[in-house]
């Protein structure tokens, strides 16, 4: 398997742009999250899918960010207008459903810079 | 709700001593616990992970790990430390049971250094 793939993975950007993170999960998992990594804040979890059905979406920071998951083999990550706070490496995230698995699959991550 | 603790921030050892790395982690009840990896530029590498019995669990790269109830701890050790041990370690928590047990909380990090 080729693992969590996302796209891209680097952006930079001018403040007020949109931008468009895109995963691409491991077939068969039933759980895709988004993560955000900064020096300061750590891993931060934004919002998580189950089955592409967004269950808790508490980490998203505010209305700027939204995300989808049309489907089992694809999500996106949208920040509209993005912000130079937004600038850190987002990760896509997946893993199996059932209690006792517990292991998440991270992809390498799109790394974000908004000047 | 959850929270986890690495003290240390910055840990630097040498090649072939051993390593411990502090975790404390917040939790009403026996929570899911997890030790991540992450080099640089690259996304997390689960390392080992409890969720209950022997205590004293066992993960890839020679590393273990201790689960400490009366401590609030789950502390990572490796024997022998190698060059390419160097990077940054996570520690997570999960809670036991109920749909968030999907949701982990991750420590800030402990970054490790390894003279030669």
């Known amino acids: 398997d080729a693992g969590v793939i996302q796209s891209p993975r680097h952006e930079v950007t001018e403040m007020g742009q949109e931008v468009t993170l895109r995963c691409k999960p491991i077939s068969g998992h039933d759980y895709l999250f988004w993560y955000r990594q900064t020096m300061m804040r750590g891993l931060e979890l934004l919002i998580y899918?189950?089955?592409?059905?967004?269950?808790?979406d508490s980490g998203m920071p505010e209305d700027r960010f939204s995300a989808k998951m049309p489907n089992a083999s694809f999500s996106t990550l949208k920040i509209q207008p993005s912000e130079p706070r937004d600038s850190a490496v987002y990760f896509c995230v997946s893993r199996h459903a059932g209690p006792n698995t517990g292991e998440l699959f991270f992809g390498e991550g799109s790394r974000l810079t908004v000047l | 709700a959850q929270s986890v603790t690495q003290p240390d921030i910055h840990i630097t050892v040498s090649e072939g001593a051993s390593l411990e790395l502090r975790c404390n982690y917040s939790y009403g009840a026996t929570p899911y616990l997890f030790w991540y990896v992450q080099s640089p530029g690259q996304g997390l590498q689960l390392l080992l992970k409890?969720?209950?019995?022997?205590?004293l669990v066992q993960g890839i790269k020679g590393f273990e790990a201790e689960f400490k109830r009366s401590q609030s701890s789950f502390n990572l050790r490796k024997p022998s430390v190698h060059w390419s041990d160097a990077a940054e370690y996570f520690c997570?928590?999960?809670?036991?049971?109920?749909?968030?047990?999907?949701?982990?909380?991750f420590g800030k990090g402990t970054l490790l250094t390894v003279n030669p």
């Open positions: 997570a928590v999960a809670p036991e049971s109920g749909g968030s047990n999907y949701k982990l909380t």
């Open positions: 409890y969720f209950s019995g022997d205590t």
């Open positions: 899918f189950n089955n592409n059905v967004p269950i808790d």
